[in-house]
């Protein structure tokens, strides 16, 4: 069933998450004909200094910001912008989301536009097999120097004349890598055997994760950055172009990797001694695939074969515009030709120009509607696996209700029939090719889908129904339909927080609070049932907002990073709370396990654990300059959890293995829940210490209180999601707690896939404390992603849901089998 869930979920992101065909097409100087003494358009310049500055949203430059507390420190700039001599220039410098920083590279190099599905590459980056003008000019015969974020050599492994590299994934890293280019890059400008020069900053863009915008390590970061923005305007000569960029931007909060304006709207500076702006019609904006051909026409070289950016056009002599602009255009034509097999819609716009006579106006429209074409079939949703994978899950989630009525029992023929039709889905996924598998696939599918319907409904028919069985039902159908609404998925928090309030109030055997008082219950359980609900709702001062919810949602300081924080009296009283609260929980657990004679070795590496934690999280409190003298600190104190819960967890197992069956279930498997959440509350970090205190709170409660286990289970699903937002996550890219990738262990760890998991295990907290959900939640999702797939709030709303939901399952899945075969042996005794 896991397998099948799995399969299932691949199927449909095959076809819902967009991929655009990548061509091996190489533009040539024979490409143009009608050029004189050139490739294709006269060079301009000899040398172009290419500074890319991640994360430089245009309002860090604007001088007209200088209001906000980051604007007005890149004074250097302003002076070189208010000479108004033609010299200097700057635009907005739109990024196409999604705004990582490896797919912004592809589209600055290669001038096409990153799918969406490519954002899962940032960490895994490829060399790039498209056209793209680095290529170009190291086979024109000139050279390249690099220096800076080692992405680049990962995309262009062979490519550079010179390379001074270092790693880029360690986010708390403000300087290093800044401090290697600044080391280096003056001796390359004394140099004369390269073109193109390119230093990639990373500075700001770690400042923005680390400390936000709004901290005074920003401004120091923006004013150095002016500086040596000063200092290469000084050192370069009357033939050298500089080009200042951002990559993208970042919100208020530092993120980015999303669509928000504030994330797309990048800087982009240009500057040389002699005259750059020819034009007195200057738009303040360009794509940043418009950059591409730009710098392919000043340097003299072919446009990339799958460019659809638009030449900034202003920067070219008036006497060179034609050819400048038809070069362009047919560039984009022999694109379009090429793709217009996959985009019928291009035909006409290709009938279009051919029609008529060519001329400059002429020019810019068909370049225009081009792109527009271009940027909306970009993506080519798949009907044949968005329908199979459907048909899969939803045949998945009706064998989950059928086992529900029948018990788990599995007949040798069905698991003979799902096996054969599992292998044929994975071959079509793996092959991509649905026209050999695809009837038959569809029709065993529809079969076996038709088959458990009408089982299902003669099990539902020989029921009899309580009132508790229907609102069940009722609570099951509410969740699940709520996901065909972008405003409910964008506010689900509060949705979900009512849900698992009402669930809980609810339970069998207590029905409405008169009741317990006209039946004499204890008053012990009213005090839970309201002690839950108040903690249910608390869980709201934990949540993360999302840009969609705008001023109804308002982000408390446990929801930021504790170097986020912006007064020292905030953080010492987080700190505090955190401290207290996770005290509480350690004392609870061990005064409990002291019940069980046999968890008294585990009880006893409770608070050395708690120790451990805590001295992490107080590194957040000390100073960078003190914490500089003591670097393998944090380190230490989080491996030392490490060690202890993975010690407790293999405990458990060599028990298992040795004892076999035994009777002291109860305290072995609270020891296992407990070495799981050691983990997690050094990884949430001191800001969610208290909310995972209550959501551990909730769950031991209920798990004593609810003695109907479908009422339970219903409860868990519910309080599972509830926990997910009380954790301080949300379903978006930006809100992706990156910091966790970094807890015990260097920022550039060989391993990439321990930091993911770390990541994974953050966002995925809750899940991973219950591992339990009902599928026919991530079903529902990706229903309606499949009827929104053209929505306007498709890439923004339903496809993260969907990435997260799916995600979801997929952790659930996996930690339910790791723990069904530690558990293996055990037996339940009444």
Not at 258 to 269: K, R, V, Y
Not at 462 to 479: A, D, I, K, Q
């Amino acid at each position: 069933l896991t397998l099948s869930l799995t399969v299932s979920l691949l199927m449909f992101q095959y076809g819902i998450l967009i991929k655009r065909v990548e061509l091996n097409e190489r533009s040539s100087c024979s490409d143009v004909s009608y050029s004189i003494n050139s490739c294709w358009v006269p060079s301009q310049f000899n040398r172009i200094i290419l500074i890319i500055v991640d994360a430089l949203r245009y309002d860090f430059v604007n001088p007209t910001n200088s209001h906000t507390f980051y604007g007005g420190h890149m004074k250097n700039v302003n002076n070189l912008l208010s000479r108004n001599n033609g010299n200097s220039l700057l635009f907005h410098f739109i990024a196409d989301p999604p705004t990582t920083t490896m797919q912004r590279l592809k589209a600055l190099t290669t001038g096409s536009l990153p799918t969406f599905i490519d954002m899962n590459s940032n960490f895994a980056s490829a060399s790039i097999s498209e056209d793209n003008w680095i290529d170009q000019l190291v086979q024109s015969g000139r050279k390249i120097v690099f220096m800076g974020d080692d992405t680049w050599v990962s995309l262009f492994p062979k490519q550079f004349h010179r390379k001074y590299h270092l790693p880029s994934f360690d986010v708390y890293d403000l300087h290093t890598v800044d401090d290697m280019i600044l080391g280096n890059i003056y001796n390359e400008l004394r140099r004369s055997d390269w073109t193109v020069l390119i230093a990639h900053f990373l500075g700001v863009d770690h400042c923005g994760h680390k400390h936000g915008p709004k901290s005074p390590e920003m401004v120091a970061k923006l004013s150095q950055m002016d500086d040596f923005i000063k200092n290469m305007t000084d050192l370069m000569n009357d033939e050298t172009l500089l080009v200042v960029m951002g990559d993208h931007g970042m919100t208020e909060t530092g993120d980015h990797g999303g669509d928000a304006d504030m994330e797309i709207d990048a800087a982009l500076f240009l500057y040389s001694r002699k005259k750059l702006l020819h034009s007195q019609f200057v738009s303040d904006s360009v794509s940043q695939v418009d950059i591409v051909p730009t710098l392919s026409l000043l340097l003299d070289l072919p446009i990339p074969f799958s460019n659809i950016g638009i030449v900034i056009e202003s920067i070219f002599p008036q006497k060179l515009l034609p050819l400048v602009l038809r070069s362009n255009t047919w560039q984009i034509i022999r694109y379009a030709q090429r793709m217009a097999s996959e985009i019928p819609e291009l035909e006409w716009h290709l009938r279009q120009f051919e029609s008529g006579t060519e001329n400059l106006r002429k020019y810019r429209d068909t370049m225009s509607r081009m792109q527009l074409v271009f940027r909306y079939f970009w993506t080519s949703f798949n009907s044949y696996f968005i329908m199979i994978g459907l048909l899969s899950l939803l045949e998945a989630v009706l064998n989950c209700a059928d086992s529900i009525f029948n018990g788990d029992d599995i007949s040798i023929s069905w698991l003979i029939f799902r096996s054969g039709l599992l292998f044929m889905q994975a071959a079509t996924y793996i092959t991509g090719d649905e026209e050999h598998y695809f009837s038959v696939i569809f029709i065993l599918l529809c079969s076996s889908v038709s088959f458990r319907i009408i089982y299902l409904l003669n099990s539902l028919l020989t029921v009899t129904y309580s009132w508790s069985t229907v609102m069940l039902l009722f609570f099951l159908f509410f969740h699940a339909i709520s996901f065909f609404s972008n405003s409910f998925i964008v506010f689900e928090s509060i949705t979900i927080r009512f849900l698992t309030q009402q669930k809980f109030n609810r339970p069998r055997r207590f029905m409405s609070f008169l009741d317990w008082f006209k039946h004499r219950l204890e008053y012990r359980k009213i005090l839970m049932v309201l002690l839950v609900l108040f903690l249910l709702r608390l869980g709201s001062v934990f949540e993360r907002c999302r840009e969609e919810q705008q001023s109804a949602c308002i982000q408390t300081v446990f929801a930021e990073p504790l170097s986020k924080v912006p007064s020292d009296t905030l953080k010492i009283i987080r700190f505090i709370t955190a401290i207290l609260s996770f005290s509480f929980a350690n004392y609870f657990a061990y005064q409990y396990l002291q019940k069980f004679p046999s968890e008294s070795v585990h009880s006893s590496f409770l608070f050395p654990s708690a120790i451990a934690t805590i001295c992490h999280w107080s590194t957040e409190l000390i100073p960078d300059k003190v914490l500089n003298h003591f670097p393998a600190f944090s380190h230490i104190t989080a491996q030392v959890v490490y060690v202890i819960s993975l010690c407790g967890m293999l405990a458990i197992c060599v028990r298992l293995i040795r004892k076999g069956p035994f009777r002291l279930f109860e305290g072995c498997s609270y020891s296992y829940m407990l070495c799981i959440s050691e983990i997690l509350a050094l990884i949430l970090g001191d800001g969610l210490a208290l909310s995972l205190t209550i959501v551990l709170s909730v769950l031991f409660i209920s798990l004593r209180f609810i003695d109907n286990e479908y009422h339970l289970v219903l409860f868990l699903t519910l309080f599972s999601s509830h926990s997910f937002f009380a954790l301080a996550h949300q379903s978006t890219f930006t809100s992706i707690p990156w910091n966790a990738a970094f807890v015990g262990i260097p920022g550039n760890f060989i391993y990439h896939w321990i930091p993911a998991t770390l990541i994974i295990m953050h966002v995925f907290a809750s899940q991973i404390l219950y591992s339990f959900s009902l599928p026919l939640f991530v079903f529902s999702i990706i229903c309606a992603t499949a009827l929104h797939r053209r929505h306007l709030m498709m890439w923004k709303v339903f496809a993260p849901k969907f990435i997260f939901e799916s995600l979801s399952l997929c952790i659930i899945n996996i930690t339910v089998v790791l723990t069904c075969c530690i558990f293996r042996n055990i037996s339940f005794i009444k």
